[in-house]
Structure formats: C-alpha cells, structure tokens
C-alpha cells in the first residue's frame, strides 16, 4: 500500500512492556505477518558496541525483518527524546515510503509517547546556568540530595523518574523553576493531545513472577556471555559513568566492579535488583497511558500464537491492516 500520497492518519502499531517478557520474538512474528518494519524504542540498543548489556536483538535473529535505530550511535553521544524523534520520524518516512507499517517496539514509554502523540521536547533555552548549579549539586551532594529538591516542587514525577536518572531530575527542577509548572502537569496536558497516526497500542504482560524469573535468568546469560568484558572493553575506549550511554542498567553497575567500589556478587545483584525494580516502573508508565491494548500472555496460556493472532484480529477490526 502506498502511504506516501496520505497527509495524516497513517498506521502506526506499538509493542511495548516491561522489559524481558518477549516483546522482540512477537514483534518478529507480527512484523512477517503485517508487512511491518520494527523502530526500537530503546535507550540502550541504539549504541554500537553495547550489545550484550542491552539484549540487543542479533542479527540472525531478526529473520529477515528490518530494524531501525540499532547501533546508530557511538556511546560517547548524547540520546534523548528529541534525537529519538528526530530520527524515528526518519525512518518512518522511509517505511512508509515503501508501503511497509512502522512498529515501534521497546520499553521506553517515555519516548512511545513523545513520537505518538508528537509531543514537543526541544529547548530553546539557551540560558545553562541553571543546569550547570544542578549537576553541580548532584557532584557535590548526590543524586538523592537533587530528587528530593524535585520531590519538593513535583512529587509526581518522582513516580516516573529515577532518582539515579539525574538528567531526567535535572530537566524537572529545570523545568519548574523557569516556568513556575511542573512537568508532570506539562505531561499530563500533552498527553491528552490528538495522535496523528491510525495506530494501536499493545502492551505485552505476564505474571509477575515469571518476569522476574525472566529478568534474573537474563542477566545471568549476560553474564555468561561476557558482559564484564564488554563493559571492560568500553572502559578502555574512554567511556566513564558521566556519559548517559553508561548509565543503562547492567553498564554502570559493572562499572563499579571494575573500578574496585563493588564486588562482582554485589554488582550482579544490584542489576537483578533495579532491572525488577525498572520492570514494576514500566508497568506504572503503561497503566497510565490511554487507548492500550493489554495482550497479558497467560490469558493465552503463553502461546505466542494466539497473542499473535488477537492482535492481528484487532488490527484488522480497527482498520489499522487490511
């Protein structure tokens, strides 16, 4: 199908949830039966070099169905929201331009939101002294000294943002102190804007317990496939725990193995730890957004097939896939 000649009302489809519940093998599956091109929704899978301590999906694995924003940036570059904009709307246009629907999949649901609803992220600003007074407070004092000055002004964003993202933290001060509303209310009114996209809005889950079965059996692969050494390996290209590549589950805690602050037992389990910790936040996120579409996998008896097919069933009822 042509969608070039189309001005709005595109098709767009979502797959997202909490992170190690299946989302890569079912947006495979979904891509080869809707004519679908996958758009990673990841903070972590678009550096290069960074494979192991990110699941980044492997190429024999893809079967065939292109991916977009995979190791597109070196870790010594900055990724944010806007960049994801920028280049997610790229490489829609492109998929779009091939008669192909995007589907956009990953756990980020900050960044779903932002090109779903195609929120405007950029900053004008150029007034930094602000921020440089933050960072140096985070330096000075740390990181929960600089969350809870943001849960003074904006307690509920301090549901949504971790008190370890201080770039997240820092942009929520920022925000509050230079036009005197929070962010979460500034989100909360974009999130009521009118997407431009025909699309659906999956959300996949399954028991708790299973996830985090999921999670730690995961993070003992990583391990087993080298993720010391990877982590090791980006060390020794200069990367350091200030760059945001670095700050990623799995990357900073080994980080601290290596430069001697940490045993590797107590790296490991604070991986374990806060990627459960990351999978209960993605969930909050999610229930909160509108028009989702939960494809919870033991309502299926945990057959991919089946999840499979209700989504296609309900692409089709909403005109989204013909």
Known sequence: MDFTKQNGNRPLVILTGPTAVGKSALSIALAKAIGGEIISADSMQVYRHMDIGSAKIRTEEMEGVPHHLIDVLEPTEAFNVVVFQELAEQAMAEIYGRGHIPILVGGTGFYIQALLYD?????????????????????????????????????????????????????????YEKTG??????????????SPYRFAYFVLNDDRERIYQNIDRRVDQMLAQGLVEEVQSLRERGCHKGMVSMQGLGYKEILSYLEGKISLEEAVYLIKRDTRHFAKRQLTWFRREKEVIWVQKNDFDHDSQYCLNFMQDFLREKQIIL
Do not use: M, W
């Not at 964003?157 to 993202?165: K, Q």
């Open 119 to 175: 929120i405007d992220f950029t900053e004008n600003d150029e007034d930094t002294a602000l921020r440089h007074s933050l960072e140096e407070l985070a330096r000075r004092e740390g990181s929960e000294a600089l969350y809870e000055r943001l849960r003074a002004v904006d307690p509920a964003s301090c549901e949504s943002i971790h008190a370890h993202n201080v770039k997240r933290v820092i942009r929520a001060i920022e925000f």
């Open 181 to 194: 509303k929070r962010i979460s209310d500034h989100n909360k009114e974009q999130r009521e804007n009118v």
